[in-house]
């Protein structure tokens, strides 16, 4: 399969009080379409900055990466703002639904920036929900779900737009063990159901058990 | 969901911070609007005057009187087409608390100087026939309740005694902006009186209205009055009616521009309340707007999601105050004694700026969250703890 992720040379500081502090060293990488890609590592590795980096949210300090042919790395803010809303999926370990909107206005919110009619929005807002098995729970607030069932809402909004790349980062970090097992089968189904490409970080073994191909980070480095 | 749903949504997330703050907006909106209305209520008297009537009193002060034989020499002057003259006559009608303008006039010219007090023909027929008549304004009239006929008793002090004047007219406003609180009665009356009473004080008038053919000739004709009486026991001071209403303002004017200050000092305490709860609001939502950032949303989105917000709140507060200050102000109305204020209302331009101030106080407060929201970094974001 071809990659669909190219990370080439990417190097990562962030400035503290005058003080560069390195964070990713020179990491190169290849993530090929169709892959459930984990990155694992201790907290301070680099692994959620490299994410960030690959999902176009940040900037490297050097290097150039490539998602399908694309640098996103030479793209400015507002075209990076289109680009992801076109290609990535987020899942957030804290889920980070908008409390004041339903399980289902929440999903529909990607799709705000869209030009679907009322009928195709909740055409593609109901099939997101029935993939993460909440149908039932679409007009509940996030404070009347349960930490995985929040969980899941975020995943349906990751995916309602039908995104070329999921990415996850820590996706079962807050959750207790049947929870995570619940998300972690939904993201194995979600990439060899629908072939979506995904990229977790997480720190728990138990999560990347889950994946196709597992790469370490420590300080920096890709092991 | 439309974007505008989710604005609604954010502007009540936090209800009681949301109805605290559009009720100090109401509140500040209120009090704008009740400052603004006394501080135009004040000026009413000089809306009212007219440009083609000169107002001549004694130069020293107006308290002091200028003889009667004054009238006929300012007659002759060129450019004069009518004098009239009247004399504060004050008293005390009911109780001291009952205030309103009463004052001896020339029965023969007043109306005609005046246009603006509408009498009927009949009415002025027999104001000018009856020498113990007067005419009251309308509003005057339905305050206590008088009619064609009945008899004003009137406690004298600046002319004591006890006078009665039978009611022959009720005069109507012409203009919005014409004083319907006045009590006019015949001078002649008045100096028949004092000439067996006050001898010294009789032929005594308090001032001179002039009404002239050419409103630009103004200037030149004041001189020629004032000139024709220089080195008398009693020199004048005339000056155009605007004028003359001003320097009655002269004295409060202090007042005034503190209530105007005022005014404004309220607009900007209620955008610093209204730039707090937007503040926190914004603040409160960092991570919310990093995920939305993330998502794909724009800086465009970011500024109508929290302008709006903020526009909400103002409109509503602003609304809410505009509201209830039309029967704040018509009860303020019935309370305050006609004659103090005789025109008190809301004007359109008070409307416009009070609406025109929420809309500000909106926009003007959403500005630093939306800087911050704008420049805030998604990473950043994620990493914030409210």
Redesign the interface.
């Known amino acids: 399969m071809p990659a669909i992720i190219e990370v080439k040379n990417i190097s990562k500081s962030y400035t503290r009080d005058s003080f560069a502090i390195p964070v990713l060293n020179n990491i190169t990488l290849d993530i090929e379409e169709g892959e459930f890609f984990c990155l694992m590592g201790p907290s301070g590795s680099g692994k959620t900055t490299l994410l960030?980096l690959i999902?176009g949210?940040?900037k490297p300090t050097k290097g150039n990466i490539f998602i399908k042919d694309t640098d996103i790395t030479m793209l400015n803010e507002?075209s990076l703002?289109?680009w992801?809303?076109?290609n990535i999926g987020?899942v957030?370990q804290f889920y980070?639904l908008?409390?004041?909107?339903t399980a289902y206005?929440n999903v529909?919110?990607?799709l705000?920036?869209t030009h679907l009619s009322k009928a195709e929005k909740k055409q593609h807002v109901e099939a997101a929900l029935n993939v993460v098995g909440l149908s039932d729970r679409m007009f509940h607030y996030p404070k009347q779900l349960s930490g995985g069932q929040e969980q899941r809402v975020a995943i349906a909004?990751a995916i309602v737009t039908d995104p070329l790349i999921l990415v996850a980062d820590e996706p079962t970090g807050d959750l207790d063990k049947n929870s995570a097992t619940e998300i972690l089968i939904l993201l194995d189904r979600l990439n060899k159901e629908f072939k979506k490409t995904i990229l977790m970080v997480t720190h728990d073994p138990h999560a990347a058990e889950k994946a196709s191909k597992i790469r370490h980070l420590e300080k920096g480095d890709l092991i | 969901m439309k974007i505008l749903k989710l604005v609604f949504k954010n502007a009540f997330r936090h209800k009681l911070r949301s109805f605290l703050t559009i009720l100090g907006i109401a509140i500040a909106v209120i009090a704008f609007g009740v400052l603004r209305t006394v501080v135009t209520a004040w000026y009413v008297g000089v809306e009212a005057t007219s440009a083609n009537r000169l107002v001549t009193r004694q130069a020293v002060s107006f308290i002091f009187p200028l003889p009667f034989t004054y009238r006929d020499k300012i007659q002759q002057i060129p450019g004069v087409s009518q004098v009239t003259f009247a004399t504060w006559f004050q008293g005390v009608y009911i109780d001291k608390n009952q205030f309103f303008a009463r004052f001896a006039c020339d029965a023969e010219t007043m109306f005609d100087v005046y246009p603006e007090f509408l009498l009927t023909k009949k009415e002025l027929e027999t104001f000018k026939r009856e020498q113990n008549s007067c005419v009251v304004g309308e509003d005057i009239a339905k305050q206590y309740k008088l009619k064609i006929g009945d008899v004003m008793p009137i406690e004298g002090d600046i002319y004591p005694g006890r006078w009665e004047f039978v009611i022959r007219g009720i005069y109507k406003p012409r203009d919005k902006t014409t004083d319907a609180t006045q009590m006019m009665f015949h001078w002649n009356y008045v100096n028949e009186r004092m000439k067996k009473e006050s001898p010294e004080r009789a032929g005594d008038v308090g001032w001179y209205i002039v009404k002239i053919k050419d409103p630009s000739k103004a200037g030149i004709i004041s001189k020629q009055i004032d000139d024709l009486f220089k080195n008398s026991n009693a020199e004048t001071k005339t000056e155009s009616e605007r004028a003359f209403a001003q320097s009655f303002l002269a004295s409060t004017s202090a007042i005034i521009t503190a209530m105007n200050i005022l005014s404004f000092v309220i607009i900007g305490i209620i955008l610093l309340v209204l730039g707090n709860t937007m503040i926190m609001s914004a603040r409160e939502r960092t991570r919310e707007y990093a995920v939305m950032k993330t998502i794909g949303f724009s800086g465009s989105h970011l500024v109508g999601l929290i302008m709006g917000e903020s526009l909400i709140i103002s409109i509503i507060g602003g609304a809410l105050g505009l509201t209830l200050t039309f029967p704040l102000i018509q009860g303020l109305e019935k309370v305050i004694p006609k004659g103090f204020f005789p025109v008190f209302e809301i004007e359109p331009i008070t409307v416009v700026l009070a609406s025109l101030a929420a809309l500000l106080i909106g926009v003007l407060s959403s500005l630093s969250p939306i800087q911050r929201a704008l420049k805030m970094k998604i990473v950043e974001g994620f990493r914030f703890v409210g």
């Open positions: 960030n999902a949210i940040d507002s703002a289109k992801r809303a076109n987020f957030f980070n908008i409390p004041v909107l206005e529909e919110l990607p705000m920036l909004r």
